[in-house]
């Protein structure tokens, strides 16, 4: 990320991709320019969070009656949350939740390249939607030609902290984690836990009441 980033809180950075999702999805439909409030109703935000929020990373100003243009406000987004500079990717455990991910097409769009997959069993070793699922010794190979920063861990709690040791050998420092174990690494390596069954039961918490 620029260093439009160190102006603004963490808040206002958590919520940029959720802006640009809702403007890719406004760019699909052929919409032009949207303005501040628009986009607090269709999101359910407050107007004035908006309103900030777009002013601090917009490269131009809104027009009057007429809002932001939608696709130089996608890229000013993309810029300054570093998407316009390709991230290599790789996934550790080719089993269920592992090979979905492989197969999912959206990271693109937020200049996430998803290489290949990685298993420790040669039975899952093959390709998934046209990419290559290898055996974990090819990982510090591959990682090291294709400059790969950024490991999803899928794999077993059994096997969680010996293969995020693998993904720090091989000078990997960030992890989505979506095991569900606390993980032990060195400083200057980040993990992000995932935790499916977590935010299900709090999706559930929040339904019951809104009831």
């Known amino acids: 990320?620029?260093?439009a980033e160190n102006a603004v809180s963490k808040a206002?950075?958590?919520?940029?991709?959720?802006?640009?999702?809702?403007?890719k999805g406004e760019a699909g439909k052929g919409v032009q320019y949207v303005?501040?409030?628009?986009?607090?109703?269709?999101?359910?935000?407050?107007?004035?969070?908006?309103?900030?929020?777009?002013?601090l990373v917009s490269s131009r100003p809104g027009k009057p009656r007429f809002g932001f243009e939608v696709q130089q406000l996608i890229e000013d987004i993309e810029k300054f949350l570093g998407y316009h500079r390709w991230t290599n990717a790789v996934i550790i455990g080719a089993g269920g939740l592992g090979r979905a991910i492989l197969a999912y097409e959206g990271f693109e769009n937020y200049g996430i390249h998803v290489i290949a997959a990685f298993d420790a069993s040669p039975a899952k070793v093959g390709a998934v939607g046209g990419r290559p699922v290898y055996p974990m010794d090819r990982?510090?190979?591959?990682?090291?030609?294709n400059g790969v920063r950024?490991?999803?861990?899928?794999?077993?709690r059994s096997a969680?902290?010996?293969?995020?040791?693998?993904?720090?050998?091989v000078g990997i420092t960030a992890i989505l984690n979506f095991a569900p174990v606390y993980l032990h690494v060195p400083d200057g390596v980040t993990v992000r836990y995932e935790d499916l069954a977590v935010s299900l039961a709090a999706l559930c918490g929040e339904s019951t009441e809104n009831r």
């Open 139 to 145: 990982l510090p190979d591959i990682a090291a030609r």
């Open 150 to 156: 950024v490991a999803i861990l899928t794999v077993p």
């Open 12 to 23: 206002t950075v958590s919520r940029m991709p959720s802006y640009l999702r809702y403007l």
């Open 160 to 169: 969680a902290q010996a293969a995020c040791d693998e993904i720090v050998k």
């Open 1 to 3: 990320m620029g260093s």
């Open 35 to 55: 303005s501040s409030a628009a986009v607090a109703k269709d999101m359910g935000i407050s107007a004035v969070g908006v309103r900030k929020d777009l002013a």
